[in-house]
Structure formats: C-alpha cells, structure tokens
C-alpha cells in the first residue's frame, strides 16, 4: 500500500528561525512531489513542485533525497505569515496528500 | 483567469438527506478531482477524470456517493443518503493534465446533523 507520511506537528517555531519538515513516501517510483499550504478553513495552495533534486523560491526550498524517499521543506527567515498546514502530495498512479504538517510562527 | 469555482459554499443536511455539489474547472484543464478533507487530516481524493472518463475511484464510497463528469466540464458529486461521518469539507481541484499542479476552489462545508 502506497503511503505518505508527514510529521502532524505543531511545530512552534519563532519569528525569524528556520525551520524544516519532511515528508516520506514509499512509492520509489515516484516522479513528481508537491508542497501545498493551507491555511485554517480554506483551500490548499500550491507552494512548490519538486521534479528533480530539489527547487528553491525565496526563502523556501525544497529537497528531494530519493535513496531515502522522502522530500523536505526548507523555510529560513519565517514570518508571522508562514503559520499554516504544509501538505505534500505524491501524484502518481494513486494521488496520495499527506496529512500535513501544522506550523505556528511565535512573535 | 478564473479560478475553481465551487457551489454551494455551505450545506447542512440530516442524515439519510440527499445532498448534491457542483464544480466548474479552470477552462482547458483536462482532469478534475474531488477531494473529502475531515477536520486535521489531509484530502482524501474520492474520485479523478481525465476529460469525461473516470481514472481512479476507488476510494469513493460507491453505495452511497456518485459523481460524474458528462460533457468534460463541470462536474457534480452526490451523497445518497448522507451519514454523519460524511460531514467533512468537499475539495475540488483541477489541472492540465495527469499529475500536474492542482488548483482547488474553495469547498463545500457538509454537516450532516
């Protein structure tokens, strides 16, 4: 049975720390990974896609590390506004959503 | 560009109600999915089409739960009768094609009373 597995957290993170996260999958066939946010009571929003080794925007990167199969995210500087659920998802023959990590950025 | 829409927003129902949603995609996006995200869980897809035909439902609770997909649009999802545990945020999201990025609108909040 093909799973993904995601830390629930919360992980209680000061305002300016960086802070990471992972997320397993034992699907070794899998090609192609996401990191979604969503915040309370809305809809997930796509925040990377990881097709190789890895993908960074800004102060967010992303790690795939395929021997051990699991994908990272990386957030340095955190802001107040990075509090939320980060979910990753493995779209291959079965589309699979973690069941996300919770974050909240202390002032 | 517009994104996902969804309707309606909001519904409460008693169990063994029925209860019906509708989801318009973005324009050109070939595959939609519907998604049933529980409170602190990640969204579990119930089905996905590629264009009008079904790739993958084999997490749909078909005794009860239907959707289809007629003209490779729009897309309606029916709960017939509904139980309390079906009270969970309904998701549906788009995309080009088979396993790109998805774009979901804003759900439907179900409680079933």
């Known amino acids: 049975r093909k799973e993904v597995e995601q830390d629930p957290g919360p992980f209680n993170v000061p305002e300016g720390a960086t802070v990471a996260f992972n997320c397993t999958y034992s699907n070794s066939a899998s090609q192609s990974f996401f990191w979604y946010r969503q915040d309370c009571r809305k809809e997930p929003k796509l925040l990377m896609s990881?097709?190789?080794s890895g993908n960074e925007d800004g102060r967010f990167t992303a790690q795939l590390n395929r021997a051990s199969q699991y994908i990272s995210l990386l957030i340095r500087d955190s802001k107040l506004s990075d509090s939320a659920t980060y979910l990753c998802?493995?779209?291959?023959?079965?589309?699979?959503f973690g069941k996300g990590t919770r974050l909240h950025i202390l002032p | 560009e517009a994104g996902v829409a969804q309707s309606p927003r909001y519904k409460i129902i008693e169990k063994r109600q029925s209860v019906a949603f509708w989801c318009n995609p973005i324009?050109?996006?070939?595959?939609l999915y519907w998604y049933q995200q529980i409170l602190g869980q990640g969204p579990k897809l119930l089905i996905q089409f590629q264009n009008n035909g079904v790739v993958d439902d084999s997490q749909l609770p078909k005794d009860r739960f239907s959707a289809e997909r007629l003209k490779g649009v729009d897309s309606t999802l029916k709960i017939q009768p509904a139980k309390l545990e079906d009270s969970a945020v309904y998701l549906c999201?788009?995309?080009?094609?088979?396993?790109?990025?998805?774009?979901f609108g804003p759900g439907t909040r179900l409680t079933v009373l």
């Open positions: 999201a788009s995309s080009l094609d088979l396993g790109s990025e998805q774009f």
């Open positions: 324009s050109g996006h070939a595959t």
């Open positions: 990881v097709y190789s």
């Open positions: 998802v493995v779209p291959d023959d079965k589309i699979i």
